[in-house]
């Protein structure tokens, strides 16, 4: 596991803030944090974007705006995965307290891949990991890369309205 801070130029991370934060870029709901999931958790909810998945392919006209943080994260990965299985952003909104969603691996059947989670929010949310017991937290432009195979949860935060991170896989 791996953090990295400050991967964005000002920039290219103001410029993608602004987009993901206004009133144009389109959130969809998801009842549950996992698309799979039958969860009967009332706080279990989210926002999430699909830019791109790998059984769909290119799935959002908003894509390109991420070519710019797809290309950076991609040189942290490292040469070891360059496939693609996924971009996805996620938005937690504030809940008055803090929730901790589903504990889950983002592609269970498959053996050897990377996530990455591209933090753009600053606050006391952040990403929960189960083995070793670690908590990670969100802060703005920063990348976690782990093994996809590290069984995690996103955590919501209580302090700031919106949690916005942006998830890759790379197999």
């Known amino acids: 596991m791996k953090l990295y801070k400050n991967i964005l130029s000002k920039d290219n991370y103001n410029l993608l803030s602004e987009i993901m934060e ?5 959130w969809y709901y998801y009842k549950t944090s996992l698309h ?49 299985l996924r971009i996805k952003a996620n938005l937690y909104t504030n809940q ?29 949310g952040g990403t929960k990991f189960y083995n070793p017991d670690k908590f990670i937290d969100s802060v703005q432009n920063s990348l976690l890369v782990f093994d996809g195979k590290s069984v995690h949860s996103g955590v919501t935060q209580s302090d700031t309205a919106i949690r916005i991170l942006v998830n890759f896989d790379f197999s």
Do not use: Q
């Open 96 to 124: 008055n307290k803090s929730v901790t969603h589903e504990e889950h691996e983002d592609y269970p059947k498959l053996d050897n891949y990377t996530t990455a989670v591209y933090n753009l929010t600053t606050c006391n």
């Open 36 to 84: 799979e999931s039958v969860s009967t958790k009332r706080d279990d909810y989210m926002f999430v974007h699909t830019l791109y998945d790998k059984n769909v392919g290119l799935n959002s006209p908003e894509f390109e705006n991420f070519i710019p943080l797809l290309n950076t994260v991609s040189a942290y990965v490292g040469k070891e995965h360059t496939n693609l």
């Open 22 to 26: 206004s009133n144009y870029f389109p």
